[in-house]
């Protein structure tokens, strides 16, 4: 079943409605490191104002990593801070989508039932981290690594090398691990469409070349512009079982319960399609191959990279995207089988959609009493945070560890959680006196809830950080307790007393504030 632009883009734009409906039903959607993001572009806009963030200034730089500030204060030239950042999420799950869909019409020459694939992908385990610069720029990756699938005719190969030169500077710019999934791609597009040469010949020498040169372009101006931070973190491996799990976070988010048996219907339904040829991500060998180089790139790779965490565990989703975008257009014997699988696919879609809005709306509540709260915060103070949860180690059903970041932006104040301690990479903003401000903190911030009490009330010490040690900067304690139960907490605490308890949160106001050193 072959589709035209237009067919393709109409159908699509019914389902991004149901794909949407999750994001645009609360006002800001609950994606764990998103509100950190959002408060780091509110440094950016409001540096050198008198309502600019203490003791935090930006980083002016051309380094990698930085799509989602640089297209988030774009759009909020249009409107507010926090519809700008929606508006990036919406983007992102448009990119995914759009951007596998792009690269199989160009190795296909045509759209497809299978083009809608990737919806099934947008809530992944990366998404609900709030990992949306990576997942923004990978879909513009895969988009753009179309310009590699066909032969270049001598006439065109200036305009072309200038083409691909500038992808690999903005795909670069935008997320450094994105870039090198271009390249990745690239070398496998690149090898296939050279396979009719002679092989080790000048021509297939000068062809490979030439067509991965514009991959080396930006390299040097990003080196020689791009900040150098101090770190103390490492190359590291974890256990290969996580390698073989992370592929489960294609599907399974926060509620995994639900997205187990809704995912497993994914599988199911993908394992009969390619039982029955209806499914052939592996019709060309050239392309079918790449997808196992990255496969075993993903078993080999560490775990941890400088301060990247979680490193290997971006691989997987642009695999299955890259997997979409290289299987063809089912042939027309199995086009009807093709039909009923993707149908079925799409209303498992919408029962997880539902899902995901049921589990939002929990958060909402949460997030409406925790906004009111940030109100009564002084302009421009000191503030620290401590959540209590139950998975202080995972990725929780109702993400708060973050949420601060929306006071950042409803208040300027002041928060340690900020994205700001040296790293290797991408840094946008930086502490004005980073020694001043212990990474351990950030540590100290997501508290079991089965002992949150007792650390508050000093009987007990969390990650060797001992809450009477909190610098005399910090004005208000906020204190989050994500089972409603804020009315446990106690009423002294030894860093304060209660100055506001709610549902779900309440504050600590200092006994003593001292001047700031910072």
């Not at 294609?250 to 219907?265: E, R, Y």
């Not at 790293?423 to 020694?435: D, K």
């Not at 860093?495 to 504030?513: D, K």
Request: include cysteine.
């Amino acid at each position: 079943m072959k589709l035209s632009g237009a067919q393709y883009f109409s159908i699509l734009a019914v389902f991004l409605v149901l794909v949407f409906l999750p994001i645009l039903s609360v006002d800001q959607p609950p994606l764990a490191d998103y509100p950190n993001h959002l408060a780091r572009v509110h440094v950016w806009l409001m540096h050198g104002s008198s309502d600019a963030v203490p003791f935090v200034e930006p980083v002016w730089a051309l380094q990698p990593n930085m799509v989602f500030e640089l297209v988030t204060s774009l759009l909020s030239l249009f409107m507010p801070l926090e519809q700008a950042g929606r508006g990036f999420v919406l983007l992102t799950v448009v990119s995914l989508v759009v951007g596998p869909a792009i690269l199989g019409r160009s190795l296909w020459g045509t759209f497809s039932v299978w083009s809608f694939l990737p919806l099934l992908l947008v809530y992944n385990r990366l998404f609900f981290w709030g990992f949306l610069g990576y997942l923004f720029s990978l879909g513009v990756a895969l988009g753009l690594s179309s310009l590699w699938v066909r032969q270049v005719r001598n006439e065109k190969r200036i305009m072309w090398f200038f083409t691909a030169s500038l992808a690999s500077f903005v795909v670069l710019g935008f997320h450094l691990y994105a870039f090198a999934f271009l390249a990745l791609v690239a070398t496998i597009l690149t090898m296939r469409s050279v396979v009719n040469l002679p092989a080790l010949g000048k021509k297939w020498f000068f062809e490979i070349f030439f067509r991965l040169a514009p991959l080396a372009v930006p390299l040097p101006l990003f080196a020689f512009w791009a900040p150098v931070f101090d770190s103390e973190h490492s190359i590291k491996w974890g256990p290969f079982l996580g390698k073989i799990t992370s592929f489960g976070g294609l599907f399974v988010g926060p509620n995994a319960q639900v997205d187990l048996i809704l995912g497993g219907l994914v599988v199911v339904c993908l394992a009969i399609g390619v039982y029955k040829k209806a499914l052939m991500p592996f019709a060309d060998k050239w392309l079918f191959g790449g997808l196992l180089i990255l496969m075993l790139l993903h078993l080999a790779m560490p775990t941890q990279i400088l301060s990247s965490y979680g490193a290997d565990q971006r691989l997987p989703i642009a695999i299955a995207l890259l997997g979409a975008a290289v299987t063809p257009p089912p042939r027309f014997r199995e086009l009807r089988l093709s039909v009923v699988l993707m149908i079925f696919l799409l209303m498992v879609l919408t029962f997880r959609m539902f899902f995901v809005r049921f589990d939002w709306s929990i958060y909402q509540r949460i997030h409406n009493e925790l906004m009111q709260v940030y109100q009564q915060l002084p302009r421009r103070s000191n503030v620290l945070t401590l959540v209590g949860t139950t998975n202080p180690h995972g990725l929780p059903r109702i993400p708060l560890t973050e949420h601060s970041g929306f006071a950042v932006v409803a208040r300027s104040v002041f928060w340690p959680g900020l994205f700001a301690y040296p790293i290797h990479g991408a840094q946008t903003i930086s502490f004005m006196n980073p020694a001043s401000i212990p990474s351990s903190i950030a540590s100290a911030q997501k508290i079991p809830l089965s002992i949150l009490n007792d650390v508050i009330a000093g009987r007990q010490i969390y990650q060797n950080f001992d809450l009477r040690d909190i610098s005399p900067c910090y004005q208000f304690i906020i204190v989050t307790r994500e089972d409603g139960l804020a009315e446990e907490l106690p009423n002294d605490a030894v860093f304060g007393t209660i100055r506001y308890r709610g549902e779900n949160v309440a504050i600590y106001a200092r006994q003593q504030v001292g001047v700031c050193p910072w």
